[in-house]
């Protein structure tokens, strides 16, 4: 009886939170940035907001910020797409087909739960630090998300519907485009918010190893020659690429397939 | 004399944030006899349950005054125990240990709430239940449980929010039996909240509606039907006739 | 019950050739295909050589199960596998270990507090979004390249997962069992005991199981990169010289580790599951 206007109430609720929200990372930096006025600053360990602010000045007019994340998501988006391109038929022929599911389960359970990112030593050793070495570790993490997402999503499509179509005189290439194809489509979404954030691991994995460009490669050489400030720029906009990325994936969930609300 | 239960003149505005107030109750007055089974109709949101909810402590009035035995109610207390619309059961918890609950909260030591337990599941006829969960239980099992809950701390009232609106017409029917024969032994006073004319009749000493909220007492009637009931009461045409002139009362107050 | 599950069969079938089986012979017939399908590409691994030909280089990094698994067992035989595995280990006990003293309560604190939900949700979501891999490099100009960088590493892998975990186990309690344990005379405390603490345990195991996942990850990178010692340090050393058996016994260690401590918290799960038929909780 309290509730009756409730969709009104949390649009007014979710505004609250994002003033609170913006308030603190405010405060945040600004304490930050306030802390060094008591306590002694020691550049070569530590940074501040103002001086990060100078060290992305620097790395955008050189052009070199943009330059190593040109380099790092190539890799991210080749393998990624060849994810896509070879998790979602194998995950729907995997929910579909019983005895495929039934043979491949195990085996690609192995492969979820053993860190793969042990082999990237020897992926990078043998195929390079390249593009190529990238995109196979980029690949090989994040192929799993796509076949386990889509093929519970396969599992998990309605049967009655699949007879309504059949009943209605609809033939195998009916059922796969207007029943499968659309239930497993958020499935796909789902799984590939997951996908993009083991991508950024294969990527920064692969430029960590021995890349010599890359947004990763450069994380680690501004770290060895102690250049904070300009370390904690490219962090924070590996920060906000994966945000807007898992944020954005989300916001398109729930703009696309606004019945799966709530679910 | 001040009756068993007194509320005078109670008034309950809830106010959310960000938007317009509601007022729930405005001047809703009461009088209860111990060992009274005294049953509220009204429309939908008419404020039935906040009502309850203020007898048993959980909300406060802004403004009235609500008495038991001549003292202020203030909160909870062991004295009134509530059995809830949807049952409200612990579901990481047995038959056995949700009846326990109010014991345990009283500090009652456990050898005690277990005798306690185990009269109250044969009397409500769960035995051979004790050690389901909540999930195994059909919706009328499920309200057994809530009433044998409710009557572990030996509570001088009942308070009974919809209790059987959750259940199908069938089951319903045999729980309103079962209330009865419980209610014989048990003797509590009991405020019976529900939407169902034939359902307030069968069970109660007296029907009050509400009226359309901000609620208020619009009308009370004396259920003239001898105890103990029997099912056929409900076909007799004192039955309908009253059934009909509380319907008449009723049906001005529901906004569709 | 049953039956809906005979429908639940009957309409499945409709999706494939199959027959309606009893769920037993399933079972069985799903580990047979399971098990011969990783039989027998360990079989066609084991005979590749015998097959074809390789280039002096490829066969560098070329291995067969037999030999990998011969390593394995030299590891352990000689004992030489103890030393880096408790090195990691020990990383990874801290690790979790801060993760859950300070993902628990932080979590709780969340969950009751709506503004301060509000005003730590920008930190968690960036935080969780993130790869805490790329944290490394800074964690390991601040801590060194011991074991406190490692630990750091599986801290803040481990603590999201436990964290989102228990604060939606929290917020998630049910209004009306708060309310039900009030009207018995419960305290601010009994409802955390009787209600909000039970009803978040399901959640906070499942981010227990996400966490070690995490954590172990956590481990692997962090000494891949940073450390001096540790199986990973062992596997990228044995990489580097193209010791390629040693590297898939490190990854078969770490996988059975992963699988082994996943599948325990899984059991606890289960267990806990026993009130409620349904699954628990979000991933």
């Known amino acids: 009886m309290a509730a009756q206007d409730l969709p009104h109430a949390s649009f007014i609720e979710r505004y609250r939170n994002a003033v609170l929200g913006g308030l603190a990372v405010l405060l945040f930096f600004v304490a930050w940035q306030a802390l060094f006025l008591i306590v002694p600053f020691n550049p070569l360990f530590i940074t501040k907001p103002s001086l990060i602010a100078t060290g992305y000045v620097d790395l955008l007019e050189s052009g070199d910020l943009l330059h190593d994340l040109a380099v790092s998501a190539v890799p991210f988006f080749l393998g990624l797409f060849a994810a896509v391109i070879v998790g979602v038929p194998l995950g729907i022929v995997m929910g579909w087909r019983v005895r495929i599911g039934y043979a491949l389960d195990p085996l690609m359970t192995v492969f979820y739960a053993s860190p793969l990112v042990a082999l990237a030593p020897l992926l990078v050793i043998f195929f390079g630090v390249g593009t190529a070495g990238k995109t196979i570790i980029v690949f090989s993490l994040a192929v799993f998300p796509f076949i386990f997402n889509v093929s519970s999503g396969v599992r998990a499509v309605d049967r009655l519907l699949v007879n309504v179509v059949r009943s209605l005189g609809g033939r195998e290439r009916d059922i796969y485009l207007k029943i499968l194809f659309p239930s497993v489509l958020p499935y796909i979404v789902a799984g590939a918010r997951i996908a993009v954030g083991r991508a950024l691991i294969g990527v920064l994995v692969g430029e960590f190893f021995a890349a010599s460009e890359g947004i990763g490669h450069a994380i680690s050489r501004f770290g060895d020659i102690f250049a904070i400030d300009r370390m904690f720029a490219c962090i924070l906009t590996v920060m906000v690429i994966a945000v807007v990325l898992t944020e954005g994936i989300r916001w398109a969930e729930r703009a696309a397939f606004p019945w799966r609300v709530g679910r | 004399m001040v009756p068993y239960i007194h509320a005078r003149n109670v008034n309950l505005t809830f106010r959310p944030p960000n938007r317009a107030p509601i007022s729930a109750l405005d001047g809703f007055d009461i009088d209860v006899e111990e060992g009274e089974f005294l049953s509220i109709v009204g429309p939908s949101g008419c404020g039935k349950s906040t009502f309850l909810n203020i007898l048993l402590g959980l909300l406060k009035p802004d403004s009235g005054e609500v008495l038991m035995h001549g003292k202020k109610i203030t909160g909870p207390g062991s004295d009134r125990a509530m059995v809830f619309q949807e049952f409200g059961l612990l579901p990481w918890r047995t038959v056995q240990n949700n009846i326990e609950l109010g014991l345990e909260l009283k500090r009652t030591s456990a050898a005690k709430r277990r005798t306690v337990a185990e009269r109250l599941v044969s009397l409500v006829g769960l035995g051979g239940f004790e050690n389901h969960y909540p999930h195994e239980l059909s919706g009328g099992m499920k309200q057994r449980v809530g009433l044998a809950r409710a009557l572990a701390t030996d509570p001088d009232v009942l308070l009974m929010d919809e209790p059987f609106a959750a259940l199908d017409a069938q089951t319903r029917d045999l729980m309103q039996v079962e209330l009865l024969r419980i209610w014989r032994e048990a003797r509590k006073t009991v405020l019976f909240v529900t939407h169902q004319i034939d359902e307030a009749i069968y069970l109660s000493d007296r029907v009050m509606v509400m009226s359309k909220r901000p609620g208020r007492a619009k009308k009370s009637f004396i259920v003239e039907l001898t105890r103990p009931r029997e099912y056929e009461m409900r076909v007799t045409p004192e039955f309908n006739d009253l059934k009909l002139e509380i319907w008449n009362t009723l049906k001005d107050e529901i906004v569709v | ?283």
Do not use: C
Request: hydrophobic content about 60%; charged content about 15%.
């Open chain 3, 1 to 283: 019950m049953a039956e809906t599950q005979a429908l639940d069969l009957d309409l499945s079938a409709v999706g494939s050739a199959r027959v309606v089986t009893s769920a037993f012979k399933q079972r069985v017939e799903s580990m047979a295909l399971g098990t011969a399908v990783i039989v027998l590409l360990l079989i066609i691994w084991e005979l590749l050589p015998y097959f074809v030909s390789m280039k002096q280089g490829t066969r560098l990094f070329f291995t067969v199960p037999s030999r990998i698994l011969a390593t394995l067992w030299q590891m352990f035989a000689s004992g030489s596998i103890w030393a880096p595995l408790g090195v990691s280990a020990t990383a990874f006990a801290i690790g979790l270990a801060l993760a859950i003293a300070a993902g628990l309560p932080l979590g709780i604190l969340l969950g009751r507090s709506n503004t301060l939900n509000a005003m730590f949700d920008p930190f968690i979501t960036a935080f969780n979004a993130t790869p805490r891999l790329v944290f490394l490099p800074l964690l390991m100009l601040w801590l060194g390249i011991g074991v406190w960088s490692k630990v750091a590493i599986v801290f803040l892998g481990a603590l999201f997962p436990l964290l989102i975990n228990t604060h939606e186990g929290v917020r998630n309690a049910d209004k009306l069992l708060i309310n039900v344990v009030r009207s018995f005379g419960a305290k601010e405390w009994d409802v955390a005991r009787l209600v909000v603490i039970p009803n978040s345990l399901p959640f906070i195991v499942v981010g227990l199981r996400l966490a070690v996942g995490r954590a172990i990850l956590g481990v692997v990178v962090a000494e891949f990169f940073g450390a001096q010692d540790g199986l990973g340090v062992l596997m990228v050393r044995a990489a580097s010289s193209f010791n390629v058996d040693v590297v898939f016994a490190g990854l078969i260690i770490f996988a059975a580790l992963s699988l082994i401590m996943t599948g325990l918290v899984k059991l606890v799960e289960e267990r806990m599951n026993r009130w409620r038929p349904q699954r628990a909780a979000t991933e």
